[in-house]
């Protein structure tokens, strides 16, 4: 099983700022099949980034995936209002698929 | 306007059973994958279960694997999660997803609650 770690758990910033978001896997991840999703409270979560750098339908260019291999990065650009909640990558490059344990953007 | 629906939760007691369903609209159910992602209260999420397009094949997590059944009915769109033997460590949130390998769909998830 492919473990996925998160870091850091929580990342405490402000509207307008950049946010870097880590997620390193246990093994590599083949062909790079590592998606995040962002979940607000109360809600189902919403997929951003597929294969590890392409954005979902509708989903704005301030959210950027990269990274291959065992380490990749969501970065958002510059932080919307709306984008503060919980971030998730999970990999679908082997059996069982995993999720990592989540990153929490809050306001500072 | 792709909508996945789900109902069925609700709260067992210890070794019961229950039966979830995933009704779907808006994209053509019988191409897809599908799959069950749950979360427990508080917690991260966890695939369960996924099921091929025409059901011949079906895979689960180790911890569901003889419990749970994953099913499908490509007539009515539906998806099916028959659970049995639950236990407390089943309480949680299930969300159905139409799957690519990552979850690009998600509905507004059923909440199970199984009583320690």
């Known amino acids: 099983e492919i473990v996925l770690t998160q870091s850091p758990g929580t990342l405490s910033l402000s509207p307008g700022e950049r946010a870097t978001l880590s997620c390193r896997a246990s093994?590599?991840?083949?062909?790079?099949?590592l998606a995040w999703y962002q979940q607000k409270p109360g809600q189902a979560p919403k997929l951003l980034i597929y294969?590890?750098?392409s954005r979902a339908t509708g989903i704005p260019d301030r959210f950027s995936g990269s990274g291959s291999g065992t380490d990749f990065t969501l970065t958002i650009s510059r932080l919307e209002p709306e984008d503060f909640a919980v971030y998730y990558c999970?990999?679908?490059?082997?059996?069982?698929?995993?999720f990592g344990q989540g990153t929490k953007v809050e306001v500072k | 306007e792709v909508q996945l629906v789900e109902s069925g939760g609700g709260s067992v007691q210890p070794g019961g059973s229950l039966r979830l369903s995933c009704a779907v609209s808006?994209?053509?159910?019988?191409?897809?994958?599908m799959s069950w992602v749950r979360q427990a209260p508080g917690k991260g999420l966890e695939w369960v279960a996924s099921?091929?397009?025409?059901?011949?094949?079906?895979s689960y997590l180790d911890s569901m694997r003889g419990r749970f059944t994953i099913s499908r009915d490509n007539a009515k769109n539906s998806l099916y999660l028959q659970m049995n033997s639950l236990r407390a460590e089943d309480s949680a949130v299930y969300y159905c997803?139409?799957?690519?390998?990552?979850?690009?769909?998600w509905g507004q998830g059923t909440l199970v609650t199984v009583p320690s």
């Open positions: 093994q590599s991840v083949s062909s790079d099949y």
């Open positions: 808006g994209f053509t159910f019988s191409s897809y994958w």
């Open positions: 999970q990999q679908y490059g082997g059996s069982p698929r995993t």
């Open positions: 997803a139409r799957s690519r390998g990552y979850y690009e769909n």
């Open positions: 294969g590890a750098s």
């Open positions: 099921i091929k397009q025409d059901g011949s094949e079906k």
